[in-house]
């Protein structure tokens, strides 16, 4: 079975600042995708980010970026110019293109951003 | 709003009581997925189905079931309720594989007293 480990259980950043979440995960499969999920203390789960397995470029959308590293079964989330909206608790996710398709969560990283 | 509707937002009951969680798929979704989510924890997959069918199952108590009905909204039953199985859960729904990640709903905060 898929596993995904967050090893962070809580991160602080200063306002403005770069900080990067890690994750892996085990798998013997070599066609996936892999999530980062935000949730803030609405609770609501808030897609982030996408990264396809066989695409080598990291995913990017805003300030959020990627580091995948498939070798090494890492995934690492950048967030650059930290703002307070930023802080959440923040999932890892994995997720199998063939058989049971469910989405796999880590146990999440609770990100603090400093004013 | 995500499209996902969950209800009701809150429930708080007994222990020893039955319940039932009620969610709408966003529309097109046809997969709808049942996560629970303990104090701090992370999302423990319960059960998906797709359009009708039960497609996959976590690791589910005998005291939870779950259905899916020919308009594609999904219930989660939970019966003979224990302080334990006070969490927020999660409905979650996707196009046919997920791939594109899952649409979450705004989950059910669920107190047992």
């Known amino acids: 079975a898929q596993t995904v480990t967050q090893s962070q259980p809580e991160m602080s950043v200063q306002e403005a600042e770069t900080v990067t979440l890690s994750c892996t995960y085990d798998?013997?499969?070599?066609?996936?995708?892999l999530f980062w999920y935000k949730q803030p203390p609405s609770r609501q789960m808030i897609l982030v980010i996408r990264q396809e397995a066989y695409k080598q470029q990291n995913a990017t959308e805003n300030r959020f970026s990627v580091n995948f590293q498939k070798a090494a079964k890492s995934f690492s989330l950048k967030i650059s110019d930290s703002q307070l909206g930023d802080a959440a608790m923040y999932f890892c996710?994995?997720?199998?293109?063939?058989?049971?398709?469910?989405?796999?969560f880590g146990q999440g990283t609770r990100l603090t951003i400093n004013p | 709003d995500s499209g996902v509707t969950q209800t009701p937002k809150h429930l708080i009951t007994a222990t020893g009581q039955r319940v039932t969680l009620r969610c709408s798929p966003r529309?097109?979704?046809?997969?709808v997925y049942w996560y629970q989510q303990s104090l701090d924890q992370g999302l423990q997959f319960l059960i998906q189905y797709y359009n009708g069918e039960e497609r996959a199952k976590g690791n589910i108590l005998e005291r939870f079931s779950a259905q899916q009905f020919p308009d594609l909204h999904s219930e989660l039953n939970l019966s003979s309720l224990e302080l334990g199985d006070s969490a927020l859960y999660f409905c979650?729904?996707?196009?046919?594989?997920?791939?594109?990640?899952?649409?979450f709903g705004s989950g059910t905060r669920l107190t047992v007293v």
């Open positions: 798998t013997s499969e070599s066609d996936y995708y």
């Open positions: 979650a729904s996707s196009a046919r594989q997920g791939l594109y990640g899952y649409t």
């Open positions: 529309s097109g979704d046809l997969s």
């Open positions: 996710a994995y997720i199998n293109v063939q058989g049971a398709q469910k989405l796999v």
